[in-house]
């Protein structure tokens, strides 16, 4: 850690949660309030209610006073204990949450998400800045998409990768066993890294997903066609991961390409949370090969960032320890940053922990590395698997009959 | 065990799966094959890859050969290892079956599936008895709709439905959280037993699904927007949960109403597998409700019968022992019968297993107990929640914060 010091100060603390939930996002939000605890320097630990939302509308929460066994409780529960919003404040708002931190006395103020959350973290931090009111802000990284840039991974992403892992490995198993064209979405918006992980659990050489498309690439129809084909050719069945930020070369959301959108849609056009990217893809195998089986798409949907029970317990680790570290650096009088996890050269997997600038993350989207995508553009590399295995922690295990002849 | 005797038979048995795979159906699989060990009335133990066809295409493995330590490997692995089929055979093929059967030297079959290879069980019995050839044949249940009759839950369920409830609770803390509408979309075909398994994991009062539609009542689309207008005016969001299996007042599947349909569709009326009928249930808000909030429909998809890692221990146990009591009636001389799981009567959870005629398993699906739904028909009644909450283990607990007042 080599932040630049800004002197100590003494105050009170607030924290707020905002963005698309995790499973581990409240680990975060425990780490830093345990913390906290543990340092004279901070008062009282005031948890804003649906992150600035809450803030604004001065509707709080006195953390100091939750009992530590209830927070312990706190930790293992999916999605935002306090809230969470989606909102990019305007520098009035920005302004007058300044004016609220003073009321409250508050010198520390924590925000846990992700590029979004940054940036309004370093808008607040800014401003405070200039008003000479002596505030530090600490942006605490979540995001189960990994796109944030300067960490090695992000807080979220190992779990959601797991989920996504252990899917596809049932989905594999399913279409093993009733054989035909399975097509599934996954989430990331402009990242290719949780589709990615699709691939992680596979068993054998046949293994699905046989394919798997990333925003990072631009894809062509007529090329994803023939990559079916040539699957079905080869084992006469195919699984697909497709994120559902995929671009056409033009740039535009495959997602919004399909017919039904002029006659159905109402003027939302969604990412996810609707099944046009999958009936899209559907639609296309259907139409492009003549003798297509039995295909179907699902879209993995809220699952992915929210399911009760699949937790990578190394990312719970290290959610729990950028709450910490924000809060140890803070204390030290360390200037405003965000926390970044760092990996450590060597064949065993080992972080470190560094700030990171506000800027960087709020304004910069991390796509995957070139060298975690295959030269065609539609499968992972061992690169890949390399970099995300440790992450999701040990998967659940398939067996396969050996198969001894009849005599 | 009541069943009558049919005197006993020496020879060799075989074994396939049928119709859509589960995570708990090779615990049915590996309890035959490893029962089938500890009775010299059988020879060798044939499996037929891809369950009938795999017979008509003498597409079989031998089991007898498998190490036993592989098949505790093969019990815990979702889907059918032996791979499945979806089939109706002609009464020709069934013919054929037994001429195969004959030929092995095959005196005991077991077929592990729902309805339609109870169905098959029950032809290639008959016909069998037609020809004087000394067969048993029993029916190994197992489907996700729990739909079966003459039992009191089926294999599968019970993993499934935990599935859905852990499903229901990450969805309901991410609304809770990010407040909204949202709609999600579970398997079961004509049966409710699956959607309502969303109501398991309820903590509180306010804890969705705070909707439930089941396929037993039919779905009124305006009843439906006053239901989510009554929820969002109490709750301020709002999470559905609806079977696939909807129908409106006429008979007709709700996922088939959509305008999409006439533009979009190759011919195929898939019931899941494509994001139709959620689309359809957002696109009723949408339109029904003015100021509704953020409204997504997710649809489940196959995860719910093959998500790695998802089981349930009781449902595991029960689906090994079907197998092994088949074997054991079979070689008892007991006459071709399914294996039903049966409730004992008491406060505590205890089953016992009874034959039930492969005829009643074949022909009747059985529908949700009235008792089990709310009188509006759309909510599940403590009555199922007492029935279920065995069914599918102890589930993961959520925490909330206490929410001190800030002075």
Same mark, same amino acid.
């Given at each position: 850690m080599a932040a630049a010091k800004t002197g100590k100060l003494q105050g009170n603390a607030l924290i707020g949660q905002s963005g698309g939930p995790t499973v581990v996002i409240n680990q975060s939000l425990v780490g830093a309030v345990l913390e906290a605890? !543990?340092?004279?320097?901070?008062g009282k630990f005031y948890g804003a209610m649906h992150g600035l939302q809450g803030i604004l509308s001065e509707n709080l929460i006195d953390l100091s006073r939750e009992p530590a066994a209830n927070l312990e409780r706190i930790a293992q529960t999916p999605s935002a204990a306090l809230g969470s919003v989606r909102m990019r404040p305007t520098e009035d708002q920005c302004g007058e949450t300044i004016r609220i931190l003073k009321k409250l006395g508050v010198r520390y103020f924590f925000y846990i998400g992700g590029n979004d959350t940054a940036e309004t973290a370093r808008i607040v931090d800014r401003l405070a800045r200039k008003e000479k009111y002596p505030l530090t802000v600490f942006h605490i990284p979540k995001t189960i998409?990994?796109? !944030?840039?300067?960490?090695?991974h992000t807080p979220g992403y190992g779990s959601a990768a797991r989920f996504v892992a252990e899917a596809f490995m049932g989905i594999e198993m399913d279409n093993r066993s009733l054989p035909g064209i399975n097509i599934v979405i996954v989430m990331g918006r402009n990242a290719g890294f949780l589709t990615a992980a699709s691939s992680l659990g596979r068993a054998r050489e046949d293994s699905g997903p046989h394919l798997v498309y990333v925003p990072e690439r631009a894809f062509i129809r007529e090329k994803f066609i023939e990559d079916v084909r040539r699957v079905m050719d080869r084992w006469g069945r195919c699984v697909v991961a497709a994120s559902e930020g995929l671009t056409d070369p033009s740039g535009r959301l495959v997602s919004t390409l399909s017919a039904r959108r002029a006659v159905d849609d109402f003027g939302n056009v969604q990412l996810s949370g609707t099944g046009k990217l999958g009936d899209y893809l559907s639609d296309a195998i259907k139409e492009g090969l003549a003798d297509a089986p039995r295909v179907r798409a699902d879209t993995l949907g809220y699952l992915q960032r929210s399911f009760a029970g699949v937790v990578s317990p190394t990312d719970a680790r290290e959610a729990r320890e950028v709450g910490r570290r924000a809060v140890q650096w803070a204390v030290k009088g360390h200037r405003s940053t965000s926390v970044a996890i760092l990996r450590e050269p060597g064949p065993r997997y080992k972080v470190s922990y560094g700030p990171v600038d506000l800027k960087i993350v709020a304004r910069y989207a991390r796509p995957m590395?070139?060298?975690?995508?295959n030269r065609a553009g539609n499968n992972t590399t061992k690169k890949f698997l390399d970099y995300a295995r440790p992450l999701v922690g040990k998967l659940p295990t398939v067996a396969f009959l050996k198969g001894y002849e009849v005599k």
């Open positions: 605890r !543990l340092h004279a320097q901070i998409d990994n796109d !944030l840039k300067g960490s090695d590395p070139a060298s975690f995508i």
